[in-house]
């Protein structure tokens, strides 16, 4: 997998979190760009969640991460770009749907409500899963405003 980015950010409350799934990813051999949050200290979601929804919308193809306490807040920033489908995922299941029926181009995940290994589980499968096209490919170019 070298040479394949993937942009990640969080804020505070995902922090922890998304430091464990920066040292999984490099061990599999992926490139990651890191928006930050660096600390736990408080901070604004949108902030870290823009840089990352921008980097995949210029970027056809890419997948990126987002994480936050319920994972809502940053999930609604990256959705406000218009090339991005961002899922909310909070079990394996709903990120391999996110990707094979919604061709989702960023998993958003509640650090708060998901343990570690439930992440790396979730963006393993993410990562992974092509999109089905087809039918869905039809409900999917009409996803955007």
Known sequence: MSNVVIPIGADHAGFSLKEKVIEHLKKRGFEIKDFGCFSEESIDYPDFGHPVASMVEDNV?????????SGNGINMTANKHQGIRSAL????????LARLHNDANIIALPARFI???EALDMIDVFLTTEFEGGRHQMRVNKIGC
């Open 61 to 69: 193809g890419m997948k990126g991460i987002l994480i936050c306490g």
């Open 89 to 96: 995922c909070w079990k394996k299941e709903i990120a391999e």
């Open 115 to 117: 343990s570690e290994e």
